[in-house]
């Protein structure tokens, strides 16, 4: 019948609907007639050791800067990141007038004498600082001797401060010395008081006749080179005649003091000093052609370091996580939704979308591995991402096999908290950050780290099966006794496979340590964290096989190792002692907490006797009602075989 045709295909022309969505969503945006800003944003730039696009440096400056990433004008009009980076590295008069710093401390506040205001009035201009940077050094310093596990807000504050204020200078000083009010003019003298200026030097150095004048001019040059390689950070200036990755890109005062050496200023430092001209005087035609030209040069000389930043570059417009976020939401919803209303319609479109959000997910958890180099876990970040994925994975197994929307739900709340997570972990710095070098062993990364991190995604996983388990049985009345035994057998399953992973893992983590540090164990933290994680699951499946705990008490037990999974994750980092504790984040404490206290209170409603359980209720009277019937049913079945005596 046409209608059973149209009920079969309405889940995939749903999930086409969503798919077309989220494509158009992570297609780059066409770029409007004027600066060609993404061609300037996919140039590549050596930060902190790892080569990165312009678009990614502007995006981790002004999260370093406001926890918003965002730059105001005077005017009150927001810059894409990109484009304030351009006016910091060209224009910096322009730039230090726009509002990026944020002050949340009111002692801080005090200090300057400001008072705190509604709206965004809490960020900042550079202008705003430069009366005060003598007092901010003085605090900054007096702060700096009080050590770090003492220090107060007003202390934490005024050191970051101080330290966005000396990236913000550092900025400044990227391409050219930031006092430079016209630097292709600059270049030009500096290009021409090269030869004359070292004929000059030689010449006094032999004891000859020499121009003062030129030698004069050239060390002004030279000093004032060496002055602004002071500020170094960020390394803009392709060598492509360097010997290893350390040399192969320079900063701009390198780069011009080697000018020096080689007799000429090189192209890239030319080039630059055309595009600010350009940027300066507003020619946009000008500064669009040195933009192409550019290109081709880094495109023929390192071809191979050029890869990359442009792939990092389209990796930062798609954002791959937030479509596949938004994707988990609505696989949740259409999955609750089925529980109650059209299962099969709405039930298949869930497991479409599902596994739409997960390759997603993995295309982009695939492409951070690319860019990085490194397996799929290297910090707090990339955690959560492969957390979430090594969920919903197991999920996907689970909604194979039972086919009931759990691994659906459970798959989707996951996916969605854990990139939630993440988005959140990122405003602490760049997630594509070089490795310490006790983490720079691929072998480890890729068998100890990923081993105790699925070990995290199956005792999640197992602990938010156990919180389904709960809810359904007191709030549900659809919570039969199949329902309650599928769900047992799913957290019994996934119980065994997060022990498995968490011992290996743990076991892994022990060889490692003895290879890096000289010990198998030393009660850190973080091996104490994995330990216990292994000793619950442990407990758990003990409890299970001596029959001291059935579906009901497997459940409460799982939920019970998300807080012991949370305190191994997230607890040791805000210690901020031991050898793993590499991302330590106080702010976090308060979301902690809350997590804890939530687990705690869903383990009492698992305990509250089942009496009052809306789905024990309704398995009891439907039982009650069923009496009769099946009274009735039995009789006429022995009164056939028996006769009419019985």
């Avoid at 052609?289 to 023929?300: A, G, N, P």
Wanted: proline share 4%; hydrophobic share 45%; aromatic share 12%.
């Amino acid at each position: 019948m046409p209608s059973d045709r149209v009920k079969k295909s309405l889940p995939w022309l749903m999930s086409l609907l969503f798919l077309v969505w989220v494509i158009a969503k992570m297609i780059p945006v066409k770029e409007s007639p004027g600066i060609h800003l993404d061609a300037f944003g996919r140039l590549p730039v050596l930060v902190n050791g790892r080569l990165m696009p312009m678009d990614t440096l502007a995006r981790l400056s002004l999260l370093e800067m406001n926890h918003h990433g965002t730059s105001t004008t005077s005017d009150g009009k927001v810059l894409q990141p990109i484009r304030w980076l351009l006016d910091v590295l060209m224009i910096p008069e322009h730039a230090d007038a726009a509002k990026v710093f944020e002050v949340t401390n009111p002692d801080v506040r005090g200090l300057f004498g400001w008072q705190e205001t509604s709206g965004k009035a809490n960020n900042y201009s550079f202008n705003d600082f430069k009366p005060f940077f003598g007092e901010i050094e003085k605090q900054a310093g007096l702060a700096a001797e009080t050590e770090p596990e003492t220090r107060n807000p007003f202390q934490r504050a005024i050191i970051k401060l101080r330290g966005v204020l000396g990236l913000y200078i550092q900025l400044l000083n990227t391409v050219q010395p930031d006092d430079s009010p016209n630097f292709g003019k600059e270049l030009q003298a500096f290009d021409l008081a090269i030869q004359p200026g070292m004929q000059a030097i030689r010449a006094r150095e032999a004891n000859r006749p020499f121009n003062n004048q030129d030698l004069e001019r050239i060390l002004l040059f030279v000093q004032r080179y060496k002055n602004l390689g002071q500020v170094k950070y960020a390394y803009a200036i392709p060598n492509p005649s360097g010997t290893n990755e350390s040399d192969q890109w320079q900063h701009i005062s390198q780069a011009l003091l080697g000018a020096v050496a080689i007799g000429k200023v090189p192209d890239p430092v030319m080039i630059y000093g055309r595009l600010i001209s350009d940027y300066r005087s507003g020619d946009v035609n000008g500064f669009n052609q040195v933009i192409r030209q550019y290109s081709e040069y880094l495109e023929r000389a390192i071809p191979h370091e050029v890869k990359r930043p442009e792939l990092e570059f389209f990796f930062n417009q798609a954002q791959p996580f937030v479509q596949a976020m938004a994707l988990y939401l609505i696989v949740f919803l259409f999955a609750l939704v089925s529980w109650l209303k059209w299962p099969k319609t709405l039930g298949k479109t869930a497991i479409i979308l599902l596994l739409l959000a997960f390759l997603i997910h993995t295309a982009g958890l695939a492409t951070r591995m690319y860019l990085q180099g490194r397996p799929p876990v290297t910090n707090l970040y990339s955690s959560a991402i492969f957390v979430g994925w090594g969920a919903v994975l197991l999920c996907l197994f689970l909604e194979r096999f039972y086919r009931n929307g759990i691994g659906s739900v459970c798959a989707s709340a996951i996916g969605f908290v854990t990139l939630l997570i993440a988005q959140n972990l990122q405003f602490d710095g760049d997630t594509l950050e070089m490795l310490r070098a006790v983490l720079d062993t691929n072998v480890w990364l890729a068998t100890h780290v990923v081993m105790v991190t699925l070990g995290y995604s199956a005792t999640f996983l197992a602990g938010f099966l156990g919180i389904i388990y709960i809810f359904r049985g007191l709030l549900t009345k659809s919570f039969d006794q199949t329902t309650a035994k599928s769900l047992g057998r799913m957290i019994y399953g996934i119980v065994c496979f997060a022990t498995l992973c968490s011992f290996v893992g743990t076991i892994l983590g022990g060889i490692w340590a003895d290879q890096s540090w000289g010990r198998f164990w030393g009660w850190d933290p973080k091996e104490n964290g994995a330990l216990l994680i292994v000793i619950w699951n442990a407990i758990i499946l003990h409890a299970r096989w001596g029959g001291y705990a059935r579906e009901r008490g497997i459940a409460v037990l799982a939920v019970f190792g998300n807080i012991i999974t949370s305190l191994s994750w997230f607890g040791v980092n805000m210690l901020g002692v031991g050898l793993h504790s590499y991302g330590f984040m106080d702010q976090a404490f308060g979301v902690l907490l809350a997590f804890i206290i939530s687990q705690l209170v869903i383990i009492c409603l698992g305990i509250v006797p089942q009496k009052y359980w809306r789905g024990i209720q309704a398995r009891e009277q439907l039982t009650v009602a069923e009496q009769p019937k099946v009274v009735l049913g039995a009789s006429a079945v022995v009164k056939q075989r028996f006769g009419a005596r019985f």
